[in-house]
């Protein structure tokens, strides 16, 4: 047991999603996460409201950080250079030390058709959260939100190459390497 | 009641449409649906599944129309002009002509979080669809997907801008307006 681990929610995270990984997320209970981490069910739910929590309960403190980063980047960037400068600045806070979570986490909403329709809405939600930045700033909605999206899109594609096991570089080079495919794609 | 309406189906749909956009999807059930087409809830059962299928029940036929005309697109376009193509070819032949059907759909969909979860999935299969035709043409997987990934956005684009009341060029034409739009986003 991860007693090494200071921090109570780190440690039911990543005993959460070793067991969704190794058994399936439907057939893990509260009682095992707890029970994996060395923990008490209680403190369980001091930190999430249900098992899913643990996979989606980052998703709102990444909207903020992003939108922060959205907020104060360089009024000189074309728009969506400067949406991906956000994710690259978010990507060393909140992704680079995280891989192996990131990739666990990935591939086990990639198994569960509710979890993957889960993760779509959020990403939905944070695409708008994106739009409603970049429209603060000045952008029309129209363009807001196709930028926003195709910031989303650099974002899947890099974190897709990201979680793959035999790549390595970190997650800010294969956000740069997205956005110059995109480009390539498009022309 | 639209006894006009010679095509059982197309009258579920239109009663359907009409109930969900009155008084939600929610309130609305099979028995009224069926009332208010001046048809058997038997003859529902017949063409539907459950109500959810009047909304999401074309989207198979809708995928299997693009995949055909990406297909048999000819080889000199570049990939993404091609599949915009095949979307403005289905968009004449299953849209042009249901525009209000369709800007009802839209607006029903937006308006409940369990829809628009299931139109995300929707989409999301639509995508990868896609991405295996081109793949299938000889695109690498990775380029495959960007490029469906970038013709849903220009799809959904056009469609947002076809389904406000006050537009009223072709899809076609909004298609072509949304990759132009696109294209000066990403430069």
């Known amino acids: ?26 057939r893990t209970t509260v009682a095992e996460i707890a029970q994996r981490a060395g923990l008490t ?24 950080e992003i939108v922060r980063e959205i907020a104060t980047c360089a009024d000189t960037l074309p728009p969506l250079d400067a949406v991906v400068r956000a994710l690259q600045a978010t990507a060393d806070k909140m992704f680079e030390e995280r891989r192996d979570a990131v990739t666990r ?6 198994a569960n058709p509710e979890l993957r329709e889960r993760e779509l809405s959020k990403r939905a939600a944070l695409t708008d959260a994106i739009a409603a930045a970049l429209h603060a700033r000045g952008l ?26 035999a790549e390595s570089p970190p997650l800010r080079e294969l956000l740069s390497d997205a956005l110059y495919s995109l480009r390539m794609t498009v022309k």
């Open 41 to 64: 069910q209680r403190t369980f739910f001091n930190h999430f409201a249900d098992k899913r929590e643990v996979l989606f309960g980052l998703s709102s403190e990444l909207q903020q």
């Open 140 to 165: 029309d909605p129209e363009t807001a939100l196709l930028t926003a999206s195709l910031s989303m899109l650099v974002e899947q594609t890099a974190i897709q190459r990201w979680t793959q096991p």
């Open 1 to 26: 047991m991860p007693r090494w681990e200071p921090d109570g929610v780190e440690r039911l995270q990543a005993a959460a999603f070793e067991l969704f990984d190794e058994q399936g997320f439907e």
């Open 105 to 110: 986490r990935h591939r086990i909403i990639g």
